[in-house]
């Protein structure tokens, strides 16, 4: 099985996750400057490899294939 057929996000879905996880982070070294920032590595990531696990879960696709 490749990675292609393992994605489940479209590039309107990545890119807003992708955004997402840069501004938690930024919120760990600006702004209230709190670990709970770091959990923006998780959008980031999904955005990154373009596969989500809960969407994997509840069956749902935002990918054209």
């Avoid at 393992?6 to 840069?22: F, Q, T």
């Avoid at 209230?32 to 990531?45: K, M, N, R």
């Amino acid at each position: 099985m490749s990675l292609e057929t393992l994605k489940n996000m479209g590039s309107a879905d990545r890119i807003i996750r992708a955004v997402v996880g840069l501004v938690l982070i930024a919120l760990v070294f600006v702004g209230p400057q709190t670990p709970w920032g770091w959990i923006g590595i998780i959008p980031l990531v999904t955005a990154v490899i373009g596969w989500c696990p809960a969407y994997n879960i509840i069956g749902f696709k935002t990918c054209k294939s």
